[in-house]
């Protein structure tokens, strides 16, 4: 794995893994795999295996956090140690509290705060395998995790990156694009209310590059949304269907 | 000014519901002339009003409502109840005890200790206070037995039906008391074992279930079948 490849986009213009430049990774999500949580949901954008818990609202633990006119809430973004080729330790890293952060404030906008005054909101984000673009997936999965648990919402917030990898804007990097491309732009997105939540640059890009970056960073967002409400649906659509077929019996 | 959805449609945060001259009801929000629904739910509208029936939520106390808790901790002058909601709630020993607490003479976790449980109601809530409640009325107190079941507390309407049709329909099938908080707790209490385990049954299929039509006639199907087979079992 350790060794560079010469190239990451071949004389036919697919990436390493055979993608074209506009082209996500296969993206699977699943709803309600915590029981214990108040929602959950799980994610599996390419290699990346992530799953997020939601609990709440809750009691405020220690108090003196409570906050009179809103709810407060709190996210841990942790990657499991055996999510990544080299041992990670298990101990939060500068990264993992600065992804925590980030994380929470591409979702608060969402979630209606001010509805439960003096209460919290636990949302744990844990990444099983990571292969670049956690953040992004990370977004998604604890989005809608937070829809499961019944907390009220905005929108639902859907993530996706792009980049710059050789000279050519591309869609969704995974792990060796990123490290050895030019440039990251993830981009969290709000898709009925068209506003974007979270807007990010590691790298360079010159403006028409970072416009057409962000642009198809918002079309990979637009698929991910619709499996991502397919995915809220099938939980429940399910239970109907079963229904259906004992009338029909 | 149209409405974009069914009747009855399944939708997930976010989707646009109607635009124009609507009223934001339940689970929904509006924002700019549009109406959008806030929860994952059920569409449900009559002529002006916007509903979203949620399929999952928790419990935000309101006043008058009748609710099933238990005891969490036992304090100086009374106690604090968990009645399933974000808030703890404040039950006092003079409303228990209905005359004034006297600190020296009352033994509080006799009178209720960690652990019971109460039928109370909420006699006052807002964003700034956490709920209070009070047992001093006739059917509210501690419970003694019968079976305790909670679900989620949006689906309680749904249990007890339309105009009650639904929980009178298990009242009468199995023969139990049936109290219902409106915070998702319920209270079964019936001659035997049986009987309470037979609604139950009963509740816990309209929770799963609550989301699709002809509920009403697969519950009464159930519980008229269940009884035949326990009067085969008697002879």
């Not at chain 1, 990670?88 to 591409?106: D, G």
């Amino acid at each position: 794995m350790n060794d560079k490849p010469e190239k990451l986009i071949d004389k036919k213009g697919l990436r390493l893994d055979g993608r074209k430049p506009d082209e996500l990774r296969p993206v699977k999500l699943q709803v309600g795999v915590i029981s214990n949580a108040d929602g959950s949901a799980y994610i599996e954008h390419g290699k990346n295996k992530i799953l997020a818990g939601v609990y709440g609202p809750r009691e405020v633990h220690p108090k003196h956090l409570a906050l009179p006119d809103r709810t407060v809430v709190k996210c841990r973004y942790h990657m499991a140690p055996f999510s990544v080729q080299e041992r990670k330790s298990p101990a939060p890293s500068r990264r993992e509290i600065e992804l925590s952060k980030v994380i929470r404030e591409s979702l608060e906008p969402a979630i209606f705060i001010e509805y439960y005054p003096r209460t919290m909101i636990d949302i744990f984000i844990e990444v099983l395998q990571a292969d670049g673009g956690t953040r992004c997936a990370s977004i998604t999965a604890a989005a809608l995790a937070l829809a499961d648990s019944g907390i009220p919402m905005r929108d639902l917030i859907v993530a996706c990156a792009a980049g710059k990898v050789e000279d050519k804007i591309v869609l969704d990097l995974m792990d060796t694009e990123d490290k050895l491309g030019c440039a990251d732009v993830p981009v969290a997105l709000m898709p009925n209310l068209n506003a974007v939540t979270l807007l990010q640059m590691d790298g360079s890009l010159s403006t028409e590059e970072f416009e057409s970056a962000v642009n198809l960073a918002l079309e990979g967002c637009k698929q991910i949304y619709a499996l991502q409400k397919e995915a809220l649906r099938t939980k429940y659509v399910n239970v109907r269907e079963e229904n259906k077929e004992e009338v029909e019996e | 000014m149209p409405i974009f959805l069914e009747k009855r449609q399944l939708v997930t945060p976010g989707d646009l519901i109607a635009e124009g001259d609507y009223i934001a009801g339940e689970n929904t929000y509006m924002e700019k002339n549009k109406i959008y629904a806030s929860r994952v739910g059920i569409v449900e509208y009559e002529t002006k009003k916007m509903d979203v029936v949620a399929l999952k939520s928790f419990y935000i106390p309101r006043m008058e409502d009748i609710v099933i808790g238990t005891i969490t901790e036992v304090g100086f002058s009374g106690w604090t109840v968990d009645i399933n909601s974000p808030y703890p709630a404040l039950l006092r020993a003079s409303d228990v005890l209905s005359r004034s607490f006297r600190p020296q003479k009352d033994d509080l976790p006799q009178v209720l200790d960690v652990g019971d449980l109460v039928v109370a109601k909420i006699v006052s809530y807002d964003r700034t206070h956490d709920p209070q409640l009070t047992v001093a009325e006739p059917g509210l107190g501690k419970i003694t037995r019968g079976q305790i079941l909670k679900v989620t507390p949006t689906k309680i309407p749904r249990v007890i039906g339309r105009k009650g049709s639904m929980i009178s329909t298990i009242k009468q099938e199995t023969g139990c008391n049936i109290i219902l908080g409106v915070n998702g707790v319920v209270l079964i209490t019936g001659k035997t074992l049986e009987d309470e385990q037979l609604a139950m049954m009963a509740i816990l299929k309209i929770e799963a279930e609550s989301h699709t039509s002809g509920l009403t006639d697969r519950i009464t199907k159930m519980l008229k079948e269940a009884k035949i087979g326990k009067e085969e079992k008697k002879e």
